[in-house]
């Protein structure tokens, strides 16, 4: 009871059933009108006049309250939306925070092994990394959304990034990912953007699955592809759309089992399409997973 007083919904409703009860009053005392002024064969076209009015207000009453109950369900959707995601970057930032944390008063304890000190020294910076990433993200959806992110192009060596790439920012899983590709293969694009597609679609390999991930460039003058494959459970057709929204998850943040916070492919397709790149997306027909890749016509 109490939390359907605080929503304001309910009184949508009922004003909504007040007006179809006015509404079919108002009819009444027309009629009603009518009879007490009119001869019997004169109320019959008043009627068939009040009847044809009354179906064009009761037609616009109710498109109405049809388009305003869908924007409130909408907004309850991003109200949804919004309160998942509060909670996801709540996780991801704690999560490393505390991560980090606890390394460093383990490096302050005093005689600590060198082994042991270099083994505290790389989680820590994974955590930091993981924080960073989260950043840009943030920082990069921001952008997007306010349109205000400017491309600057330069010749890129794709192998050469992509095994950076792999070393720095996924250092403890890189056993994991393999690549493959023409190492002379060079494309003009930004470097920020194309780097943050790849991170991202390597994340999110690596998080819903278990297995491996394959990294492969090919390509020649008239096409350029990057693909990110994976074997985990891939994504239902109907929802293949949806997860290029932004801060969208396939499932809800109190039963997640999964990190994340819904901007990676959503970031994927907006700085594919800065780029003037293709964003693929499909579950694979070898094997379970998905395959992202990341067309260049023309070679550029």
């Given amino acids: 009871m109490d939390k ?3 929503s304001p919904v309910w009184i949508f409703y009922i004003l909504v059933a007040y007006i179809m009860v006015q509404f079919s ?49 909408r907004e ?26 606890l390394n460093l008063q383990t490096l302050s304890r005093p005689n600590l092994p060198q082994e042991k000190n270099q083994e505290v020294m790389n989680s820590a910076l994974t955590s930091v990394n993981r924080l960073d990433k989260l950043v840009n993200n943030l920082l990069l959806a921001k952008s997007i959304s306010n349109q205000n992110y400017f ?28 690549f493959n590709g023409d190492v002379q293969l060079a494309l003009i694009t930004d470097r920020q953007a194309l780097q943050s597609i790849v991170v991202n679609l390597i994340d999110n390999a690596l998080k819903y699955t278990t297995g491996h991930v394959e990294v492969s460039i090919e390509g020649d003058n008239s096409e350029i592809k990057i693909s990110v494959k994976d074997e985990g459970d891939g994504i239902p057709e109907d ?33 594919a399409e800065t780029i003037g790149a293709e964003f693929i997306l499909k579950n694979r027909k070898d094997k379970n997973g998905l395959i992202a890749n990341i067309v260049f016509k023309n070679g550029k």
């Fill in 151 to 178: 491309s600057d192009k330069e010749e890129i060596n794709l192998a050469n990034m992509m095994q950076e790439l792999i070393k720095f920012q996924f250092s403890k899983t890189k056993e994991r990912i393999s």
């Fill in 239 to 271: 929802s293949l759309k949806d997860v290029t929204r932004k801060f969208f998850r396939m499932e809800s943040e109190m039963t997640r089992s999964h990190k994340g916070t819904g901007l990676g492919l959503y970031i994927v397709a907006e700085m």
């Fill in 4 to 6: 359907l007083l605080k």
């Fill in 25 to 73: 009053w108002w009819l009444y005392l027309i009629y009603d009108l009518n009879t007490q002024l009119y001869a019997a064969d004169i109320v019959g076209s008043k009627l068939m006049m009040v009847v044809g009015e009354g179906m064009v207000f009761l037609s616009v009453l109710i498109l109405g309250i049809i388009l305003i109950r869908r924007g409130l369900n």
């Fill in 76 to 101: 309850k959707k991003i109200l949804k939306i919004q309160e998942n995601f509060l909670m996801s970057v709540t996780h991801e930032l704690k999560t490393p925070i505390a991560s980090a944390k």
